[in-house]
Each structure stands twice: as C-alpha cells, then as structure tokens.
C-alpha cells in the first residue's frame, strides 16, 4: 500500500481526503516531529506532506528512496529544495489561490495595528494606564492620503492593493516584470509591504542600505518571509527612529524573535498567522492531501511546482 506520511495534525482528516488506496502515516501534533523523527518517517514514505517547518533537503530525499511527491502545505517552497526533487522525478505542490485573501487580510491588520498604534493602546489599558480621553493620546499615521508601496505584485500583493483603494491610499507596485523600481518606491512610501516569495535573490532585499532608502517614519510590512528582511538591521533602523514602525508575521530565524524587537512599543508581533483562517487552513490541507493523493495514483498533480518527467 502507498504511504502518505502527514508531518502534523490537520484542520482536516488526511485519510477522508486521499481515500482508501493512500495509507497514511499521521504526525497528530501541534508541533513538528524532530529531524531524526521525520527522516525515520519518510525513509517508509511515498508521499509526504509538509509544513513550512519541513525543511526537505537533499539529506532527506536521501533518507526516502521511494519518495514520489512532496506536497507542500503553504504557497511559499523556501523549506524544499526543488531542483534537487525534480532530479529525483519526485513531484512538488503548493497551495496558491487558497493563501491569498486570508493573507492580504492580515497584511491590512498589521497596517493598521502599526499605523494606528493598536498594541500600544491595547497594553496601555491592561496595564492600567488610561486615565482620561486626551486629544494628544497615540496618534498616529493617517491612511487616507498616504502612500502605499508593494514589494512584488504577485497575487498576495495584487488582493493587498485592491483592499488599499477602500482606504483611499495611494499605491505603487514593484514585480520582477514591471512597476517602479524598488529604491524608488522605498523613498516615496509612507508604508511599505512585502509580498515576494523567498529566493537566493529576496534574501535580505530589505537590508541596511535599503531601509536607508526608506522615508522617515515609514512603517515595514512582512506578512512573506522573514529572511527577505535583515532583522538586525530593522532593530537598528527602529532604534535610530528612522523608521516609524514595523508590523511582522514572519521573523529571520521562526520562531525565534530578534530581542531588540520583543521589547519595542513600535512594533507589532504575530506567530506566522497570514493563513490562519478556517476556510483557508480547511483548503490548504485539502489541495496539499488531494494533490499528493493524485501523484501516488500515477494523476498528475493539479498545483505542482516543478515538471517531472516519468
Ligand atoms: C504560508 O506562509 C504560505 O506560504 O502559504
């Protein structure tokens, strides 16, 4: 029988999804099962499904000699290395189109919460500190007026622009066909978002030299990768006031949080949530398990993102 081994608990039931001929091998937890653990899995695995936490290297297609697809639970394929499958013949899916409106939601809440300093007044009243309504109490960026810039208009960034018009910003756009170039769009922006994937040439696209580049008081946006974003020099870019704050979902080295971040009332600090929706995470699975399902059946995948040859 076909083995499927699913490195975590699901928002749906794998086994309902592929069907009877697919047997699957369910880590049913909240967290990653260790290197070692999963290497063990996938040495008697045909088919694996992975998280973002996966990183599925050449070490591990080693380990899994009867691997045939690897259907990866995220748009983004930063965690697989792809030429290295398809060398093998071994298939990779992601999950485009189910990401998106969830995604540039969240990208929104961020810009707000920065903008409009909501974690700032939020901890004042917990902690006890609102003592009357002042009219010089955290003001912050109007967003009618103001300018928006989008670093790669791919369809995350695309369902972020349309939201934008409601709010009557402005906006200007990059993408690796078109747009205005990156320095320029840094320099005119009063909030700049990120939305490419992460690649040899997206990491660290937002380094020293570029947040230089940014305007004074402009907030950064990351609701992609965090490696896109030279963390260290965020902090530093923050602690000068050169930026206006920054609004992240994503972090260099996830989970962990550069510590001249944690501590700053500037920022606003989420656990990888762009997805986390219901709906979105209930069809993520279901395109990652069907698409695995169709590999191991001898069907070509529906979302792959390499072309392998039988
Ligand atoms: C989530 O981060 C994704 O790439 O889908």
Redesign the pocket.
């Given at each position: 029988m076909l083995r499927l081994f699913v490195a975590r608990k699901l928002s749906v039931d794998p086994r309902r999804v592929v069907g009877p001929e697919v047997d699957v091998d369910l880590w049913d937890d909240e967290l990653p099962p260790s290197r070692t653990e999963l290497l063990a899995r996938v040495a008697r695995a045909d088919g694996l499904l992975a998280l973002?936490t996966e990183k599925v290297d050449r070490e591990l297609l080693e380990a899994a000699p009867s691997l045939r697809v690897v259907a990866n639970h995220?748009?983004?394929v930063d965690n697989v290395d792809v030429p290295a499958c398809t060398a093998r013949g071994i298939w990779v899916t992601n999950?485009p189109d189910a990401?998106t409106e969830s995604?540039a939601d969240l990208t929104w809440a961020l810009i707000l919460a920065v903008a409009r300093r909501l974690g700032e007044g939020e901890r004042l009243l917990r902690a006890g500190r609102y003592k009357a309504w002042t009219p010089t109490l955290l003001l912050g960026l109007e967003l009618r007026g103001a300018t928006l810039g989008i670093v790669g208009l791919g369809r995350i960034g695309e369902a972020v622009a349309r939201r934008a018009r409601g709010f009557g910003m402005h906006v200007f756009h990059t993408t690796s066909r078109g747009g205005i170039p990156l320095e320029e769009l840094l320099a005119r922006s009063d909030v700049v978002t990120l939305h490419c994937p992460l690649t040899a040439a997206t990491r660290h696209l937002i380094d020293a030299r570029r947040l230089a580049q940014m305007k004074r008081g402009a907030i950064l946006i990351n609701t992609a990768?965090g490696p896109v974003v030279d963390e260290a020099a965020l902090v530093v870019a923050l602690e000068s006031g050169h930026l206006g704050g920054a609004g992240l979902d994503?972090f260099e080295n996830e989970p962990l949080v550069h510590p001249g971040l944690i501590g700053r009332e500037d920022v606003v600090l989420l656990p990888?949530l762009?997805?986390a929706t219901h709906a979105t995470r209930e069809q993520?699975a279901t395109m990652a398990l069907t698409d695995a399902a169709r590999v191991l059946r001898g069907e070509p995948p529906q979302h792959p993102v390499n072309e392998v040859h039988p």
């Open positions: 973002l995220a748009v983004g999950t990401v995604t990768r994503v990888h762009g997805t993520m």
